[in-house]
T-cell receptor, first 114, second 112 residues
Framework: GQQVMQIPQYQHVQEGEDFTTYCNSSTTLSNIQWYKQRPGGHPVFLIQLVKSGEVKKQKRLTFQFGEAKKNSSLHITATQTTDVGTYFCAGPGYSGAGSYQLTFGKGTKLSVIP | NAGVTQTPKFRILKIGQSMTLQCTQDMNHNYMYWYRQDPGMGLKLIYYSVGAGITDKGEVPNGYNVSRSTTEDFPLRLELAAPSQTSVYFC???????????FGSGTRLTVV
């Protein structure tokens, strides 16, 4: 079934530094989604990318979808303490059990040192 | 709008007990999902539903059951709780198969 891998698993940055997390899928994706989960909270939908090579920005966050639609990245410029949390990518596809589902990566946990 | 509402927020169960985790959404979404989240393991799909009266298994359905009698409600039933079911459970909904998910605030379940 489909697998979605994210690296790194953890990232500690000084406030003001940049941060990037990478996502790779074992299959070509129709779209990729990004979510943020604050400590003790629930995942919150950030964005969906659909087109090959697509780049979208949300203030200090830049999301990219690879040309082959198998990888994606999230880049945060000049991190702030409010960016702390775990960032998940997710792609739709068929699992090993045969269900069509959104498969989540294991996430990148971002810590920001003030 | 409340979005996706889950109850209870916390629960401690003894081994062998049963319980129902409630989930309701007010966005008229056809698709609803139950995930469990274990530390460092991401989100695993337990069951999902594409509309009232239709449910299907996800990756990790063993030990759980669901029903979908209305568009709004999608309860998750644990019949014989086991320590392996200690986890955080999230309910989610989406307007279509590939759309962004709206998650509830979660139920933190401990089985002792």
């Amino acid at each position: 079934g489909q697998q979605v891998m994210q690296i790194p698993q953890y990232q500690h940055v000084q406030e003001g530094e940049d941060f990037t997390t990478y996502c790779n899928s074992s299959t070509t994706l129709s779209n990729i989604q990004w979510y943020k989960q604050r400590p003790g909270g629930h995942p919150v939908f950030l964005i969906q990318l659909v087109k090959s090579g697509e780049v979208k920005k949300q203030k200090r966050l830049t999301f990219q979808f690879g040309e082959a639609k198998k990888n994606s990245s999230l880049h945060i410029t000049a991190t702030q303490t409010t960016d702390v949390g775990t960032y998940f990518c997710a792609g739709p596809g068929y699992s090993g059990a045969g269900s069509y589902q959104l498969t989540f990566g294991k996430g990148t946990k971002l810590s920001v040192i003030p | 709008n409340a979005g996706v509402t889950q109850t209870p927020k916390f629960r401690i169960l003894k081994i062998g007990q049963s319980m129902t985790l409630q989930c309701t959404q007010d966005m008229n979404h056809n698709y609803m999902y139950w995930y469990r989240q274990d530390p460092g393991m991401g989100l695993k799909l337990i069951y999902y539903s594409v509309g009232a009266g239709i449910t299907d298994k996800g990756e990790v359905p063993n030990g759980y059951n669901v029903s979908r009698s209305t568009t709004e409600d999608f309860p998750l039933r644990l019949e014989l709780a086991a320590p392996s079911q200690t986890s955080v459970y999230f309910c989610a909904s989406s307007p279509d198969r590939d759309g962004g998910y709206t998650f509830g605030s979660g139920t933190r379940l401990t089985v002792v």
